[in-house]
């Protein structure tokens, strides 16, 4: 499958996943981007700080931080609905993780992309 | 006597995926995946590394008190639908590469975990640079030290300052995403025909060709250094948010044109470019580790995450003093943060308290991976019935350094493997720095690979400063230093020169080993870690003279190091080796039965 990028897509979806993947995106990410998007240019952003550094929320990892309830899909959009809490993303969560069955038994990659660094 | 807490760790998914198996806060066992697998940086779930780990801890998966997962998938997964909110229309083609794996595997450790170890066992979950900090600073000797991680990527972190302190890790400060210098090597890893996530190194190793002409424009344009190391890059100049390439057009515009083609000729654009980011990066990881050290007030430092792969930078930052005392996680990418969750884990979940370390660290001299018994190497050997000659130690020594000597290459698997990407001796291909042709020959007839790539030395301990300009220890090959001048042959760079031409000139007594800016990425031996190699070298010394040899990882370009008999074997036989090593078992090319290899095994490994 070539990607509008002409780059080949590594992950083997069937038409019918693309589109359900392509309607989600269009219709509940995209229009995130109002609220999300970043005014700050790079010129700005350069000129107007001494540091690019940020502070984490605390210094290191408590106990209950290591325990995270993501034992199922159903755990998993929970514990992301609360993260999402009070942000524009909220109303997103279960049904991004509902999707996510599809591929469930989608194997996995066996090779990195060539092309770029593996972040998602 | 209470029962030991066993924990595991698990990196996967990304890059290098790697298993790691803690016992009250020791390290027993580490591997990657690929080792077993035989695919060159394997993302996927490490099953068998996992069953390697267990069993080399002589453990069921019941007495595991938990696995540890290296990062937090809730965090990544906010990072990645944020940044494609924000990337908005764009953003479609990255999503269609990566949600059907972001929403699939990646959000099913939970389940993998149970489906493989067949068992209840606690899941915990680490953070990305929180596994790296802790993979460098619990492993060393230290009791205080500044650490730095620098990667491409975690959950939101692609940089971190932090303090270790006992076995407590503090971060001071983050850099986030989408501002990252390991993107920003990785974008002119691609640009110049590499792979991304493997090219790095072949970038690092290309650079000493090239002249920093395009340094300023990377420190205009690209992206900004503050003078406390933190920087942010220009995204109008980078494709990985908005498309499946690092780079742009504006990119290719800013740098004077398209990139170059894989496999095709090197050129000095790319020399230059090599150089130029090089530059760039010293000078943020510079300032990063100033900042660091007047934070944190000590001058020790534990540095890991991919970025401190980069053995250049990190011999710059102790010969320029910056730091008192360096340790480096030999396995610093992502696969050594399966043993950093383990150890946080341990130390922060389960409270095991961190014991003195009376050694040089605790790494074991990274001799963490599978090794075989000189039973299963002959076992080998003899159901397929090839020739081969036992040696007790001592005497498989000396033949070793007399085959090298003789300038015969040899493969030399003995111990257990090697964890993180550099070959320490255990899994090598061994030659004689002396000879004018070792380069050429092991790049082109054993490795198949670009002959512009330089090889390591290994050196025994107390011979290094005989060769090199290192105060410090080097034990697992992570600082380049530069060759002593009392050895070094009177040698110019040419612009106009074929890179090959230029490899073939002798740049020291010991050509193989010395790059073309004298600089040699080196290994120090030492006895304690790594009694059999420190004892070849003392025979090789006792023969030529000299204390070092050419090291370079038993493989061929594409295939991960080799793990067993049967890998070792396969490659010996594939390339022009002429002796191959298995723990007390020599065997000699010459005496080999012709090998039926059936199989197009240059088709078999992809190309790094």
């Known amino acids: ?120 | 006597m209470a029962s030991a807490k066993h924990i595991l760790g698990v990196s996967a998914f990304y890059h290098d995926s790697a298993a790691a198996l803690v016992s009250d806060g020791e390290i027993i066992a580490a591997a990657q995946e690929e080792r077993f697998s035989r695919k060159k940086h394997d993302p996927r779930f490490p099953a068998n590394a996992i069953n390697y780990c267990l069993e080399e801890g002589g453990i069921e998966a019941r007495d595991l008190a938990a696995v540890v997962f290296y990062e937090n998938p809730i965090k990544t997964m906010d990072r990645v639908v944020q940044m494609l909110a924000e990337t908005g229309e764009a953003g479609l083609g990255p999503w269609l590469e990566g949600a059907p794996g972001a929403l699939g595997t990646k959000i099913r450790f939970d389940d993998l975990v149970a489906n493989e170890l067949k068992c209840d066992v606690p899941v915990l979950y680490s953070e990305h640079h929180l596994s790296h900090a802790a993979s460098t600073y619990f492993p060393s000797a230290f009791e205080e030290a500044g650490i730095l991680t620098v990667d491409g990527v975690g959950e939101w972190a692609t940089t971190t300052l932090a303090m270790g302190r006992g076995r407590e890790i503090e971060v001071l400060e983050e850099i986030h995403f989408p501002h990252s210098l390991g993107l920003l090597y990785s974008a002119f890893t691609q640009f110049c025909g590499f792979r991304v996530n493997s090219g790095e190194y072949k970038l690092m190793g290309l650079a000493p060709y090239g002249r920093p002409v395009f340094a300023d424009i990377i420190r205009d344009e690209l992206v900004a250094i503050k003078p406390d190391g933190s920087f942010a890059l220009n995204l109008e100049y980078f494709g990985f948010l908005d498309s499946l390439s690092m780079t742009n057009s504006r990119f290719h515009e800013l740098l004077g044109g398209e990139p170059r083609e894989a496999e095709s000729r090197l050129t000095q654009r790319e020399c230059d470019l090599a150089a130029s980011i090089q530059v760039v990066t010293e000078e943020a990881v510079m300032k990063l580790v100033e900042t660091l050290v007047r934070t944190t007030g000590t001058r020790n430092l534990c540095m890991a995450g991919g970025v401190a792969l980069n053995c250049v930078a990190n011999g710059k930052v102790i010969r320029e003093g910056l730091v008192d005392d360096i340790w480096i996680q030999p396995a610093a990418g992502d696969a050594g943060g399966a043993l950093g969750a383990a150890m946080l884990a341990s130390y922060k979940y389960f409270d095991i308290p961190r014991a003195p370390c009376n050694k040089r660290d605790r790494q074991n001299g990274s001799y963490l991976g599978a090794g075989y018994s000189n039973a299963e190497v002959k076992a080998y050997l003899d159901v397929n019935e090839k020739p081969y000659q036992v040696l007790e130690n001592e005497e498989r020594a000396r033949y070793v350094a007399q085959s090298i000597a003789d300038g015969k290459i040899v493969g030399y698997m003995v111990g257990r493997m090697e964890f993180g990407p550099r070959s320490l001796g255990s899994r090598s291909i061994l030659g004689d720095p002396r000879n004018q042709d070792t380069q050429s020959t092991m790049n082109l007839k054993i490795k198949y690979r670009e002959s512009f790539r330089p090889f390591a030395p290994s050196v025994l301990d107390y011979r290094s400063k005989d060769y090199f300009d290192l105060e410090s220890d080097s034990p697992y090959m992570l600082l380049v230093a530069p060759v002593k001048e009392e050895i070094r042959l009177p040698f110019e760079l040419n612009d106009e020169e074929d890179l090959v031409d230029v490899v073939n000139r002798p740049r020291s007594s010991l050509p193989a080993i010395t790059h073309v800016d004298f600089s040699a990425r080196v290994q120090t031996v030492h006895e304690d870690t790594k009694p059999d190699y420190f004892n070849m070298l003392r025979e090789f010394e006792k023969i030529t003279g000299e204390g070092v040899v050419v090291n370079t990882s038993f493989n061929v370009r594409g295939e991960p190091p080799v793990c067993s008999p049967r890998d070792a074997y396969v490659c010996f036989m594939r390339t022009e080796m002429d002796v191959l090593v298995m723990e007390n078992c020599i065997l000699e090319k010459t005496q080999q039965p012709a090998f039926d290899d059936v199989a197009d095994w240059r088709g078999e490994y992809e190309l790094d």
């Open chain 1, 1 to 120: 499958m070539t990607l509008p990028t002409g780059v080949e897509n590594t992950n083997l979806i069937n038409s019918e996943d693309r589109e359900l993947l392509t309607t989600f995106f269009k219709q509940r990410i995209v229009p995130l981007s109002e609220d999300l998007s970043i005014k700050e240019t790079y010129a700005q952003r350069r000129a107007d700080r001494d540091s690019f550094f940020v502070k984490r929320h605390s210094p290191s990892m408590t106990r209950v931080e290591f325990e995270l309830d993501l034992k199922d899909r159903d755990a998993f959009a929970a514990t992301l609905e609360t993260h999402w809490q009070n942000r524009p993303l909220q109303p997103v969560a279960q049904d991004l993780i509902t999707l996510g069955t599809r591929f469930e038994q989608l194997d996995e990659k066996v090779d990195l992309s060539e092309f770029v660094y593996e972040m998602f």
